[in-house]
């Protein structure tokens, strides 16, 4: 994946050592970067998300956006991912309500027209806006 110019000078966060060990499961089926720029905190995701691998991706949520401070805003890059269940998006959702009563936006990533309709046809589209590129995320208002 590129750098742009917002995450030139990021840096990697810290994961616990359990959801490391997860990730870098030679065969697991999601992957995923984290980085941090300034109070912003990027989680670049690529593989599949589904059942299988939901704790992991709730675990992620939860890790990256406990280091995510105001005004953020949390950045979640799916543009890698292959697949997305239902439960990718409910946990997108919920922790998109816990980092909104810390007053940080957790703002999605995705170029796929389906992840877009899927998010405006659930009424999330209030707390889950779309970008289609990161530097987008990063730089709305």
């Not at 300034?38 to 890790?63: K, M, P």
């Not at 953020?72 to 816990?98: K, Q, T």
């Not at 940080?104 to 659930?122: D, F, H, Y």
């Amino acid at each position: 994946m590129n750098l742009g110019p917002a995450e030139a000078f990021a840096a990697s966060l810290s994961l616990s050592s359990q959801l490391t060990s997860e990730l870098d499961e030679p065969r697991g089926a999601l992957r995923a970067r984290t980085e941090r720029s300034g109070s912003a905190v990027v989680i670049r995701a690529d593989g599949e998300i589904d059942a299988a691998n939901e704790i992991i991706w709730q675990s992620l949520l939860t890790e990256t956006a406990a280091v995510a401070s105001a005004p953020g805003p949390l950045v979640i890059d799916v543009n890698g991912v292959d697949f997305m269940g239902c439960c990718a998006l409910a946990a997108l959702a919920d922790e998109a309500e816990r980092c909104q009563q810390r007053g940080i936006q957790l703002r999605l990533v995705s170029r796929n027209p389906g992840v877009t309709r899927i998010i405006e046809a659930c009424a999330l589209d209030d707390i889950l806006p779309v970008h289609s590129t990161t530097e987008s995320a990063l730089s709305a208002a």
